[in-house]
T-cell receptor, first 111, second 111 residues
Framework: GEDVEQSLFLSVREGDSSVINCTYT??????LYWYKQEPGAGLQLLTY?????DMKQDQRLTVLLNKKDKHLSLRIADTQTGDSAIYFC???????????FGRGTSLIVHP | NAGVTQTPKFQVLKTGQSMTLQCAQD?????MYWYRQDPGMGLRLIYY???????DKGEVPNGYNVSRLNKREFSLRLESAAPSQTSVYFC??????????FGPGTRLTVL
């Protein structure tokens, strides 16, 4: 079945760039998403990319998609302490109602 | 526009007790979902409803039942709570591009 893999932890210094990586197995993925979960809250969509795109940029966020390697990354420029959260990668195949989520990457930003 | 609301926010049950978690969305979404989140396990789908009048099992449905009362509301029932059901429960609904909107969660402890 489908699988989405992420590393569990990432620690960066404030002001540096953060890169969170994700790999997936479903070659029929249509949409790929990045969600952010702050402590005690539900997940919120940060950004998404269609499978026919290679890159999407939105202010400090850059999403890169390598379809050949089934690899998705999220780059956060100028990382701030407010970016500390758990980041989930998710994918969904065309015609499906059910996204597959990774287990989440805990981003820790220290001064 | 409240988005996705969940009640209660916190609940403590004794083993064997029953309860219903309530969820409502005001975004006119067709699809709704119930997930549980446990440390290190990411999100696991319990049940989903692709549209009003339909419900389907997800990855971990045992011990749970659901009702799609109308387009807005999707409830999750624990008939006989067990300690293994201690978790954080999230309700979500999805838009046409399959972006998921999450509620704030219900933190359930079963003693």
């Amino acid at each position: 079945g489908e699988d989405v893999e992420q590393s569990l932890f990432l620690s960066v210094r404030e002001g540096d760039s953060s890169v969170i990586n994700c790999t997936y197995t479903d070659s029929s993925s249509t949409y790929l998403y990045w969600y952010k979960q702050e402590p005690g809250a539900g997940l919120q969509l940060l950004t998404y990319i269609f499978s026919n795109m290679d890159m999407k940029q939105d202010q400090r966020l850059t999403v890169l998609l390598n379809k050949k390697d089934k690899h998705l990354s999220l780059r956060i420029a100028d990382t701030q302490t407010g970016d500390s959260a758990i980041y989930f990668c998710a994918e969904i195949a065309g015609g499906s109602y059910i996204p597959t989520f990774g287990r989440g990457t805990s981003l820790i930003v220290h001064p | 526009n409240a988005g996705v609301t969940q009640t209660p926010k916190f609940q403590v049950l004794k083993t064997g007790q029953s309860m219903t978690l309530q969820c409502a969305q005001d975004m006119n979404h067709n699809s709704m979902y119930w997930y549980r989140q446990d440390p290190g396990m990411g999100l696991r789908l319990i049940y989903y409803s692709a549209s009003e009048g339909t419900t389907d099992k997800g990855e971990v449905p045992n011990g749970y039942n659901v009702s799609r009362l109308n387009k807005r509301e999707f409830s999750l029932r624990l008939e006989s709570a067990a300690p293994s059901q201690t978790s954080v429960y999230f309700c979500a609904s999805s838009a046409l591009n399959n972006e998921q909107f999450f509620g704030p969660g219900t933190r359930l402890t079963v003693l």
